[in-house]
C-alpha cells in the first residue's frame, strides 16, 4: 500500500498523495482505506468542475446537442475529450470497473468523513485551448493518428500491469517517453497541470491534506510542491497569434484582388480564375464529405459553400456541412451512448451519427483548404 504513497511535510501540513491508476478498482479501495485512517481535513482530487458534474451525473452528456457545438465551434475540443475519455473507458471495462471511480470514491469519502473536498485541477477546457494554440498542423494530425489508431504492440492491459505502473520510478519513465514523443503536449498536459495541481494542493485548507491524483502526476506534484508557482499564468488562455489573424484575412483578399485584376485584364482569364477557385474548393471539399460518407445534401452543401467559406475566415465550410447533417441524420441518446465503442472502430465510427457528423465537419474543411491552396497556385500561376 505505502508504494503508492507519497508522504511531504510542507510548511507545517502533512500532505499525502496517492498515486492511482483511473481504471483500477484497487486504486478506489486504496483511497477509501487511506481517507478513513488518516482523517484529513482537506480530499484534493484531480478534477475541475465540468469534470466534477460528469462524475456527479454522468449521463448528463447525453443531452449533448450536436448542432450547437458545431455553432459554438467546439469540435476539435470535444473529439479530444472523446477520444480520451473512451479509451479510458475501453481500458476499465477491460477491468471491470468504472472510469473515475476513485475520484468519486474521494469525493464520497471526503463527505463521509467531513474534509474540506478540493477539485484541484485546472479547467479542462483551459488545458486544451493551450495545447491547440501550440501545435502545428503536423502535432494535430499525429496525435489524432497516435490516439486513434493503437499501435501493434498494444495489448489489454491487466491489474497487474496498471498495478505496476504506478510505481513512481516506472512513472517518471513514462513522462519522459511523452516528453520525448510529444514535447509540447506533455509540457502543456503534464508538467503545467503538475505545477496547478501542486498549488491548489499547498493552498488547501487544514494541517493533513490527502490528494488524489493520477499516477502520471505524482512525481512532478511531489517536486512542485517545494517550489513558487504562477497560478495567474497558469490558468490563462494565450490569445491567438495576431499575425495568424492577419493571415487569414490577407490570403481570401489577395484572392479577391487578383480575380478582380484578372477580369479588368480579360474577361476569359477572369472567368478561368474565378472557375478555378470555385471548381477546387467545391469539388474537393464535396468529395471530402462524400468520402465520409455524408448524405447527398450535406455533400451538395459542401460544394456550393466551399468557394464563399474559403474567402470568410469567420465562416466554415465543415461547420456548415455539420448543421446540415445534424440536421437530417439527427444524432440519439444510442449513438452517444455507444461513443467509447464506435469511436475506436472504423466501421463503426461510421454508422455512429454523432461521430460522423464531428468527422464530416472536419474532412469538409480539410477538403476546402486543400483546395484552396490548389486553387490559390493556379490563380497566382495565370497570372504569369
Known amino acids: 500500500m505505502e508504494e503508492h ?16 491508476a483511473h481504471v483500477l478498482k484497487q486504486s478506489a479501495e486504496l483511497i477509501k482505506k487511506i481517507i478513513r485512517e488518516e482523517q484529513p481535513d482537506s480530499v484534493c482530487v484531480e478534477l475541475d468542475e465540468a469534470r466534477y458534474q460528469s462524475i456527479l451525473d454522468p449521463k448528463a452528456w447525453e443531452n449533448t446537442d450536436i448542432i450547437k457545438v458545431i455553432k459554438s465551434k467546439k469540435i476539435g475540443f470535444l473529439l479530444a475529450n472523446l477520444i480520451l475519455g473512451s479509451y479510458q473507458k475501453r481500458i476499465a471495462k477491460g477491468l471491470d ?51 486513434l489508431l493503437p499501435s501493434e504492440d498494444d495489448k489489454e492491459l491487466s491489474n497487474e500491469d496498471i498495478s505496476n505502473l504506478l510505481k ?29 495541481l501542486a498549488y491548489k494542493i499547498k493552498e488547501a485548507p487544514g ?24 497560478i495567474a499564468a497558469l490558468s490563462s488562455v494565450p490569445a491567438k497569434n495576431p499575425v495568424s489573424r492577419v493571415i487569414a484575412w490577407a490570403i481570401p483578399m489577395l484572392i479577391i484582388g487578383l480575380i478582380i485584376y484578372s477580369f479588368i485584364m480579360n474577361i476569359a482569364t477572369g472567368m478561368r480564375q474565378l472557375s478555378s477557385w470555385v471548381l477546387w474548393n467545391g469539388l474537393l ?14 455533400i451538395l452543401t459542401s460544394l456550393v459553400a466551399a ?47 454523432f461521430l460522423k457528423v464531428l468527422l464530416i465537419v472536419i474532412m469538409a474543411n480539410i477538403g476546402s483548404s486543400i483546395g484552396s491552396f490548389i486553387a490559390g497556385l493556379e490563380i497566382i500561376k495565370n497570372m504569369f
Open 5 to 20: 504513497l507519497v508522504r511531504l511535510d510542507y510548511q507545517g501540513k502533512e500532505i499525502i498523495l496517492i498515486a492511482t
Open 285 to 298: 471539399a464535396a468529395a471530402f464529405t462524400a468520402v465520409s460518407f455524408g448524405h447527398p445534401l450535406s
Open 97 to 147: 470497473t468504472v472510469a473515475g471511480q476513485e475520484m468519486l470514491e474521494g469525493i464520497n469519502s471526503a463527505k463521509e468523513t467531513g474534509a474540506q473536498l478540493v477539485l484541484a485541477d485546472r479547467s479542462i477546457k483551459t488545458t486544451f485551448t493551450r495545447i491547440w494554440r501550440k501545435l502545428n498542423l503536423w502535432d494535430k494530425s499525429k496525435l489524432l493518428f497516435e490516439l
Open 307 to 353: 468557394p464563399f467559406t474559403s474567402l470568410n475566415p469567420l465562416v466554415a465550410c465543415g461547420w456548415l456541412t455539420g448543421l446540415v447533417e445534424a440536421t437530417i441524420r439527427k444524432p440519439t441518446v444510442r449513438d452517444i451512448n455507444n461513443i467509447p465503442r464506435d469511436i475506436f472502430s472504423l466501421k463503426h465510427f461510421l454508422k455512429n451519427r
Open 168 to 196: 513512481t520510478d516506472v512513472l517518471a519513465s513514462l513522462t519522459e517517453q511523452v516528453h520525448e514523443q510529444f514535447p509540447k503536449i506533455a509540457d502543456i498536459l503534464i508538467s503545467e497541470r503538475d505545477q496547478y
Open 207 to 230: 494541517k493533513k491534506i490527502v490528494a488524489i491524483l493520477g499516477g502520471a502526476h505524482v512525481p512532478g506534484v511531489r517536486k512542485e510542491i517545494f517550489k513558487t508557482q504562477d
